[in-house]
């Protein structure tokens, strides 16, 4: 009968120890930086806009020559991670070179409409905690006209 109190002290203690670490544990930051940088050769207008209503953009983007946006984000457990959906804000974008040609991009849950090499909303520039999307002059010449 004597063991019974040996017994209950150590199930307290093991209670005890086994919840004195629940709770408190946020896990590890984890840092981010994705940069836009536009090196087309000339500035640049960045419309960003959901698809589902494509006349209201939700902000825009201007970038000259050679300019860059550097965005840091920091996530926290439960992670959730980041791209360049998330650096945007927007599942579509309008980039305007310089007023005359313009390009569109979308990533809308259409893979094919992700996947387009140039789509800076591609995840293939979203793998890493570092990403870098240069806007080029190849972007800029294959851009198309805009209608006057």
């Given at each position: 009968?004597?063991?019974?109190?040996?017994?209950?002290?150590?199930?307290?203690?093991?209670?005890?120890?086994?919840t004195s670490c629940v709770g408190t544990d946020?896990?590890?930051?984890?840092?981010?930086?994705?940069?836009?940088?536009?090196?087309?050769?000339?500035?640049?207008?960045?419309?960003?806009?959901?698809?589902?209503?494509?006349?209201v953009s939700q902000t825009s983007i201007s970038?000259?020559?050679?300019?860059?946006?550097?965005?840091?984000?920091?996530?926290?457990?439960?992670y959730s991670g980041y791209s360049f959906l998330?650096?945007?804000?927007?599942?579509?974008?309008?980039?305007?070179?310089?007023?005359?040609?313009?390009?569109?991009?979308?990533?809308?849950?259409?893979?094919?409409?992700?996947?387009?090499?140039?789509?800076?909303?591609?995840?293939?520039?979203?793998?890493?905690?570092?990403?870098?999307?240069?806007?080029?002059?190849?972007?800029?010449?294959?851009?198309?006209?805009?209608?006057?």
């Amino acid at each position: 009968m004597k063991a019974y109190p040996l017994l209950f002290a150590l199930m307290i203690l093991t209670i005890i120890s086994g919840t004195s670490c629940v709770g408190t544990d946020q896990g590890t930051p984890v840092e981010y930086q994705y940069i836009l940088r536009n090196e087309s050769g000339v500035p640049v207008l960045i419309e960003v806009f959901q698809a589902s209503s494509p006349e209201v953009s939700q902000t825009s983007i201007s970038l000259n020559d050679s300019g860059e946006l550097i965005r840091n984000y920091t996530d926290r457990a439960p992670y959730s991670g980041y791209s360049f959906l998330s650096f945007f804000g927007g599942d579509s974008l309008r980039i305007v070179f310089n007023g005359e040609k313009n390009s569109f991009f979308s990533c809308t849950g259409i893979v094919e409409n992700c996947r387009q090499e140039r789509n800076p909303l591609n995840p293939i520039y979203s793998d890493s905690l570092n990403e870098e999307f240069i806007i080029t002059p190849e972007d800029y010449q294959a851009a198309i006209l805009v209608e006057q």
